[in-house]
């Protein structure tokens, strides 16, 4: 089963809209991480949000923020305002601690696939 | 630039052949990823060191790859016997041990077996 569940493939999103990006993920531990990463055409993984499972409060990074729904397991990435340079793939990822502490490897979904249009 | 850095950026190789691929992490960083990823899909963990421990492999590393960080600062990813299925992006990425857990990726190494 996959971990981690990106349903929207593309999205065609007009300039200045907020755009709201799904993940859901799959996990039984108590203890996790979930991250949003952007990928450019250029090809580089950019880290944007982070948010820990035991944290109460939504992150918000400038004009990220990370709509966490523990009970739903979801953890869908908002952008606000949303600019013609947002044009990428998303990718949402989850690092789960693994028996004994230390930091497992990502898993990561298939991505979204974002278009700003002017 | 203090970034995770890669080399090289592109390679191209015949089937059967051994590649080499190496990885700077920034430099205060003790942990290091290497991640595959195919065309239309997210990276895949392929195995992490925590200095120069290996401390773990996932089942995509086959025999045929093998990972050093011999004095825990830059890495080497060595597969050999390439085969066509072994065309995609390699990624590498370091953080800091405990909080903030966020990887910081590299450009990529792609791969193309001909």
């Known amino acids: 089963a996959q971990k981690i569940t990106q349903t929207q493939p593309g999205m065609f999103v007009q300039e200045k809209e907020a755009v709201t990006l799904d993940c859901t993920y799959d996990t039984s531990d108590q203890s996790y991480g979930l991250f949003w990463y952007k990928q450019p055409s250029s090809g580089e993984m950019i880290f944007l949000i982070y948010?820990?499972?035991?944290?109460?409060q939504n992150a918000t990074e400038g004009r990220y923020s990370l709509n966490f729904q523990k009970a739903r397991k979801s953890a869908n990435l908002v952008i606000s305002a949303s600019q013609l340079g947002d044009s990428a793939m998303y990718f949402c990822a989850m690092r789960e601690v693994v028996k004994g502490g230390g930091a497992d490897g990502l898993t990561f979904g298939k991505g979204t696939h974002l278009i700003i249009q002017p | 630039d203090t970034g995770v850095s890669q080399d090289p950026r592109h390679k191209i190789t015949k089937r059967g052949q051994n590649v080499t691929f190496r990885c700077d992490p920034i430099s205060e960083h003790n942990r290091l990823y290497w991640y595959r990823q195919t065309l239309g899909q997210g990276p895949e963990f392929l195995t992490y060191?925590?200095?120069?421990?290996?401390?773990?492999k996932s089942r995509l590393l086959s025999d045929r790859f093998s990972a050093e960080r011999p004095k825990g600062s830059f890495s080497t990813l060595e597969i050999q016997r390439t085969e066509q299925g072994d065309s995609a992006m390699y990624l590498c990425?370091?953080?800091?041990?405990?909080?903030?857990?966020?990887?910081?990726f590299g450009p990529g190494t792609r791969l193309t077996v001909t």
């Open positions: 060191f925590q200095n120069e421990a290996q401390l773990e």
């Open positions: 948010q820990g499972s035991y944290d109460e």
């Open positions: 990425a370091s953080s800091l041990e405990g909080q903030p857990y966020e990887q910081y």
